[in-house]
């Protein structure tokens, strides 16, 4: 599995942003191996961030290379002042009792007997 984390500083949405947003994420739950996905926003700094579940490393470059999403990467100078994007492999997770999208797909980690 894959986690793909967004973490960017906004600047102001508008319509043109929403409904690309809107176009990548209906997108993104249509390709097989998306898990699901979260936001944050930090409440001191405003910072957010998108954490996006993926069960394989195929599913995730489908995103990447989708055209809304390459239109958007093109246009986000209008919509964020600056971004970062983490891409890791999740070697485990454990859930008790946390609505998560990855509470259906537990996974032993090291240490875990």
Do not use: C
């Not at 069960?55 to 390459?70: Q, S, W």
């Not at 009792?97 to 090291?110: F, Q």
């Amino acid at each position: 599995m894959f986690l793909t984390s967004f973490i960017f500083d906004k600047k102001e949405y508008d319509e043109d942003f929403y409904k690309l947003d809107k176009k990548i994420e209906d997108f993104s739950k249509d390709i097989a191996g998306f898990i699901g996905m979260e936001s944050f926003t930090d409440v001191q700094s405003g910072r957010l961030i998108n954490n996006y579940y993926w069960d394989n490393r195929e599913g995730l470059e489908l995103l990447m290379n989708n055209v809304e999403h390459l239109r958007a990467k093109e246009q986000s100078g209008k919509w964020i002042a600056g971004f970062q994007v983490v891409i890791a492999k999740i070697e485990g997770a454990h859930n008790v009792n946390l609505d998560h999208p990855l509470s259906e797909h537990p996974m032993r980690y090291r240490g875990e007997k």
